[in-house]
């Protein structure tokens, strides 16, 4: 990674988070899919989290919801009745995946400071916020998932490779190697 380059120390660390997401959400056990957690059930946890990320990490004023997708149903403070599965929430996190990758091969040093259109915010600041936010998030649902099973989901840190082919899903008890 070139650390002289603001885009990619972003597309490095965009992509180290975005598989860490993946992760983790492979990592919810079935049986808690439906269990609610902070009076919501976790996979909508999951599904505020992906939600967020689509609308808010490119530009929120230029966004369009998946087709799937009713009102509240990313609000953590509504309850809804429709429920989304598992393969579904996998299939929209590589819908955000593609768009955001494309998105980051798209930025250069002389725009990242600038507005998108009709945003209020600076590319820098959204995409910042976003990661803060997924981060925020992503150890809640951790979290959950630890306290179930005891399991601690893998995530890539800045000295990491990122895994590919067979891997174990989880660090051991300590949250190690």
């Not at 380059?5 to 988070?17: C, F, G, L, M, P």
């Not at 393969?87 to 400071?113: M, V």
């Amino acid at each position: 990674m070139n650390e002289a380059s603001y885009i990619e120390i972003i597309k490095d660390q965009t992509k180290r988070a975005l598989w860490s997401l993946s992760n983790v959400i492979e990592c919810v056990p079935i049986e808690y899919w439906n269990e609610n957690y902070c009076e919501m059930p976790l996979w909508k946890h999951i599904y505020h989290t992906l939600h967020s990320l689509d609308m808010w990490y490119i530009n929120p004023r230029k966004y369009s919801h998946p087709l799937f997708h009713i009102e509240n149903l990313n609000n953590l403070d509504v309850k809804t009745d429709k429920i989304l599965s598992k393969e579904e929430l996998k299939h929209y996190y590589l819908i955000i995946e593609e768009k955001i990758n494309k998105y980051n091969n798209s930025l250069t040093n002389d725009i990242i400071l600038a507005k998108p259109e009709n945003s209020e915010w600076t590319r820098f600041t959204l995409i910042l916020a976003q990661h803060r936010h997924l981060h925020s998030h992503m150890g809640m649902i951790m979290g959950f998932i630890i306290a179930e099973t005891g399991l601690w989901p893998k995530v890539v840190g800045l000295e990491d490779d990122i895994p590919t082919g067979d891997y174990s899903l989880y660090f051991n008890n300590n949250g190690r190697e």
